[in-house]
Structures are given as structure tokens and as C-alpha cells.
């Protein structure tokens, strides 16, 4: 069973950064495509960003394209989402997921695992 905890939101004021964390899992997660989803009040939940099990590859929303970036350490078992120039808009429940394949993905169904989330809010 894949388990997967974020941490890293807090509450920033627009224009700062901040770095979310998934992991470590206690089963490994080396091999799996994952990825970044978000939340806003009100909102549905939309894709931020995902990375293929090696992190060759990678995909962004354009919404975040140039400001986020997303990594792996897979020796830690750990995936991260680098934010920067972060924008009001951004407030959001940041959950990452976890596919039973190793390619990165944009679909939200292609997801089998999730965590709980963790909160981001920006001031403007």
C-alpha cells in the first residue's frame, strides 16, 4: 500500500516561495508516475503538475508553468513541488498522487493513490 503525506503549505504573502514535500512513503514510490494536484474553495480539484518515475519527463499546468517545478529524490522515497512567485490564486489544498505506472500524467483518474493534503494560502 502506498502511503502519502504533504507537507511544506503554510500561509505566505504573494510573491514568496515555498517548497511542499510527499513522502518518504513507507513502500517505495521510485518506480511510480506522480503528481501534484490542487483544491480551491468552491473550486474542483485540478492538476498542477506530474513527473515520470525517472523525472525525465515532466508536465505543467499553464497556470503554473515557470513558477513551479516539480522533483524526485527517489532514494528518499520523496516527490517535491518548488513554488515560486507565488499569486493570490494559488490558495488551494495541494494533495500529491501516486500512479500505479511510471509515466507522468495530466488525468486526475489516473491516479490510485492520494494524500490528504496540505494547506497553501497566499495574501495579496
Known amino acids: 500500500q502506498v502511503q502519502l503525506e504533504e507537507s511544506g503549505g503554510g500561509l505566505v504573502q504573494a510573491g514568496d516561495s515555498l517548497r511542499l514535500s510527499c513522502g518518504p512513503s513507507?513502500?517505495?514510490?521510485?518506480?511510480?508516475?506522480m503528481g501534484w494536484f490542487r483544491q480551491a474553495p468552491g473550486k474542483e480539484r485540478e492538476f498542477v503538475a506530474s513527473?515520470?518515475?525517472?523525472?525525465?519527463?515532466?508536465y505543467y499546468a499553464d497556470s503554473v508553468k515557470g513558477r513551479f517545478t516539480i522533483s524526485r529524490d527517489n532514494a528518499k522515497n520523496t516527490v517535491y513541488l518548488q513554488m515560486n512567485s507565488l499569486k493570490f490564486e494559488d490558495t488551494a489544498v495541494y494533495s500529491c498522487?501516486?500512479?500505479?505506472?511510471?509515466?507522468?500524467?495530466?488525468?486526475?483518474?489516473?491516479?490510485?493513490?492520494w494524500g490528504q493534503g496540505t494547506q497553501v494560502t497566499v495574501s495579496s
Open positions: 498522487a501516486a500512479r500505479t505506472s511510471t509515466g507522468a500524467s495530466l488525468w486526475e483518474t489516473d491516479y490510485a493513490y
Open positions: 513507507p513502500r517505495t514510490i521510485s518506480s511510480l508516475g
Open positions: 513527473i515520470s518515475w525517472s523525472g525525465a519527463r515532466t
